[in-house]
Nanobody, 116 residues
Framework: QVQLVESGGGLVQPGGSLRLSCAASGLTFRNYAMRWFRQAQGKERELVAGISSNGGSTNYADTSRGRFTISRDNAKNTVTLQMNSLKPEDTAVYYC?????????WGQGTQVTVSS
């Protein structure tokens, strides 16, 4: 059974930082591209960042590039999202995604709230 468990969300002031983690189990993690998505209330889910299976390639949405950093540890089956210079518009539920087409797995999400 594949499980993706996100952690690290919470309440942070504008300009602050958070580090999200996603722990994967039940799959051969090193074979999967990993991505972080987010979904704000009333909006569609959107891609935040992605990383290739070996970590050699990353991509970012325009809204996260330069502030967020995605990384992975294939020995620990984890992917992280370091988020700096957070803005109120970053408030959303953040989801971890593992993809090896046609397989696509999701975590349950972790809430990030940026507010003073």
């Amino acid at each position: 059974q594949v499980q993706l468990v996100e952690s690290g969300g919470g309440l942070v002031q504008p300009g602050g930082s958070l580090r999200l983690s996603c722990a994967a189990s039940g799959l051969t993690f090193r074979n999967y591209a990993m991505r972080w998505f987010r979904q704000a209330q009333g909006k569609e889910r959107e891609l935040v960042a992605g990383i290739s299976s070996n970590g050699g390639s990353t991509n970012y949405a325009d809204t996260s590039r330069g502030r967020f950093t995605i990384s992975r540890d294939n020995a620990k089956n984890t992917v992280t999202l370091q988020m700096n210079s957070l803005k109120p518009e970053d408030t959303a539920v953040y989801y971890c995604n593992a993809r090896l087409q046609p397989q696509d797995y999701w975590g349950q999400g972790t809430q990030v709230t940026v507010s003073s």
